[in-house]
C-alpha cells in the first residue's frame, strides 16, 4: 500500500489564485483529515470527513473548501489565495475501529507571494 | 472547546540521559492521548498513544503517563539517541468528536 499521498509537494501561488491541494489514501479508511502546520506551531485541522459525501469544519475552515465524493479522495480548495495561507498542508486518515490512530501523508509545502 | 499546552518548547540533552515532555488538556471529557514524532521535513509519525481508561503505557524507551485529575500526560525517553532528535506533539481527541487537537510541538536535540 502506499497509504496517504498528496500532490503536488510544493506549489508557489500568488495573492488571488486558486488551486486544489490533492490528497489519495488506499487504506480503505473511512476518516480523512485536512490540516495545515504553520513554522513553530502545532497542526491545525482545516477540515474532516467521517465518509464519503459528509464534511465538516475544524479549527480553520476559512478560506478553504472540501469535498469528499470517493472513499479515496478528499482534495483541499483554496479560491483565493492570501499570504496567510502559506503553510504545509497534510492530509490525514484513520480507518472506523482505530479511528483515533492518524495516518499522515507527506505534506503539500504552499507559498503564497 | 480542547486547548492543549506542551513544554518546554525546546529540550537538549546528551546521548543516554532522559528526557521528558509535557502535556495539559482542559477538556475533561477528552479520552485518548497520542504523542507524534516529525522529522525535519518529513510527516507526523505516531510513536505511542495513551487511553483515559490506562494510566501508563510502555514500548522499548518510550513511555507515557496520564494524571486525569490533573488533565496533564507526559512523554518519557529513556537512553536518549542521536536519532531521537526530532519534534515531538503531543495531542488529545476532544471529547465527542472526531478532532485531535495538538499541542505546539518541542524540538528535541541529543548531542553525541
Known amino acids: 500500500n502506499a497509504g496517504v499521498t498528496q500532490t503536488p509537494k510544493f506549489r508557489i501561488l500568488k495573492i488571488g489564485q486558486s488551486m486544489t491541494l490533492q490528497c489519495t489514501q488506499d487504506?480503505?479508511?473511512?476518516?480523512m483529515y485536512w490540516y495545515r502546520q504553520d513554522p513553530g506551531m502545532g497542526l491545525k485541522l482545516i477540515y474532516y470527513?467521517?465518509?464519503?459525501?459528509?464534511?465538516d469544519k475544524g479549527e480553520v475552515p476559512n478560506g478553504y473548501n472540501v469535498s469528499r465524493s470517493t472513499t479515496e479522495d478528499f482534495p483541499l480548495r483554496l479560491e483565493l489565495a492570501a499570504p496567510s495561507q502559506t503553510s504545509v498542508y497534510f492530509c490525514?486518515?484513520?480507518?472506523?475501529?482505530?479511528?483515533?490512530?492518524?495516518?499522515f501523508g507527506p505534506g503539500t509545502r504552499l507559498l503564497v507571494l | 472547546g480542547e486547548n492543549v499546552e506542551q513544554h518546554p518548547s525546546t529540550l537538549s540533552v546528551q546521548e543516554g540521559d532522559s528526557a521528558v515532555i509535557k502535556c495539559t488538556y482542559s477538556?475533561?471529557?477528552?479520552?485518548?492521548f497520542p504523542w507524534y514524532k516529525q522529522e525535519l521535513g518529513k510527516r507526523p509519525q505516531l510513536i505511542i498513544d495513551?487511553?483515559?481508561?490506562?494510566g501508563e503505557k510502555k514500548d522499548q524507551r518510550i513511555a507515557v503517563t496520564l494524571n486525569k485529575t490533573a488533565k496533564h500526560f507526559s512523554l518519557h525517553i529513556t537512553e536518549t539517541q542521536p536519532e531521537d532528535s526530532a519534534v515531538y506533539f503531543c495531542?488529545?481527541?476532544?471529547?465527542?468528536?472526531?478532532?485531535?487537537?495538538f499541542g505546539k510541538g518541542m524540538k528535541l536535540t541529543v548531542n553525541p
Open positions: 477538556d475533561s471529557a477528552s479520552n485518548y
Open positions: 470527513s467521517v465518509g464519503a459525501g459528509i464534511t
Open positions: 495531542a488529545a481527541l476532544q471529547g465527542g468528536s472526531e478532532k485531535l487537537v
Open positions: 487504506m480503505n479508511h473511512n476518516y
Open positions: 495513551i487511553r483515559s481508561n490506562v
Open positions: 490525514a486518515s484513520s480507518d472506523q475501529r482505530g479511528r483515533e490512530t492518524q495516518y
